[in-house]
């Protein structure tokens, strides 16, 4: 079955510093999303993604973060400056339809630890 | 807004007991409703959806659910618990015309042997 694979599982990082967080969509898929679950709270939706440009975005997704697909394959989400609240785990998800109606796929997570 | 609540955080059953996840939301119209199921150090998986028609949905490893519009619930259910099934399972709201998923809070299934 296909996946969405995410690198690294976990990461640690300094507060201030800059991190990048990867995925690996399905190949066929056209929609990419991130996601983050904070320790014990709900999963929170930041951003989807499609044909290179941002759909919709959260409130929490400001401007320290920032998406990309660099190439036909990756898809990752920068934190410029992290501090100690993006500790969390962060999903990465894609789809091959449109819009929420039709369920993701996602990845096994990321998780960011900042010290 | 859009709001899905999970009001049981833990549940227990024994295995081979019957099982009942709740799950109740608050939209406008009817949304998209998803549950998923997260084992530990795993991603989230789809179990089932429910767009329209029959209220009863199937899914995988052998879970239901059915969308009650007059309660605004879709409850998960399965006859019969495997020690397999636990897991953390997440009830999911996604509006029509968004890109997007609100999620509950998540109920921690235990099974006990």
């Known amino acids: 079955e296909p996946e969405v694979t995410q690198t690294p599982s976990h990461q640690v990082t300094q507060m201030g510093q800059e991190v990048i967080l990867r995925c690996v969509p399905i190949?066929?898929?056209?929609?990419f999303y991130w996601y983050r679950q904070i320790l014990g709270q709900k999963v929170e939706f930041l951003v989807s993604?499609?044909?290179?440009?941002?759909?919709?975005k959260s409130e929490i997704f400001d401007d320290q973060f920032s998406v990309e697909r660099p190439d036909g394959s990756n898809f990752t989400l920068k934190i410029r400056s992290t501090k100690l609240e993006d500790s969390a785990m962060y999903f990465c998800?894609?789809?091959?339809?449109?819009?929420?109606?039709?369920?993701?796929?996602f990845g096994s997570g990321t998780r960011l630890t900042v010290v | 807004a859009q709001s899905v609540t999970q009001p049981d955080i833990h549940i227990t059953v024994s295995e081979g007991a019957s099982l009942e996840l709740r799950c109740n939301y608050s939209?406008?119209?009817?949304?998209?409703l998803f549950w998923y199921v997260q084992s530990p150090g795993q991603g989230l998986q789809l179990l089932l959806k429910?767009?329209?028609?029959?209220?009863l949905v199937q899914g995988i490893k052998g879970f239901e659910a059915e969308f009650k519009r007059s309660q605004s619930s879709f409850n998960l259910r399965k006859p019969s618990v495997h020690w397999s099934d636990a897991a953390e399972y997440f009830c999911?709201?996604?509006?029509?015309?968004?890109?997007?998923?609100?999620f509950g809070t998540g109920t921690r299934l235990k099974v006990l042997a």
């Open positions: 998800a894609s789809s091959d339809r449109t819009g929420a109606a039709y369920g993701y796929t």
């Open positions: 190949s066929n898929h056209l929609y």
């Open positions: 993604f499609y044909n290179n440009e941002i759909s919709e």
């Open positions: 939209y406008g119209a009817t949304p998209y």
């Open positions: 429910y767009f329209s028609g029959d209220t």
């Open positions: 999911a709201v996604g509006a029509p015309g968004t890109y997007k998923y609100i």
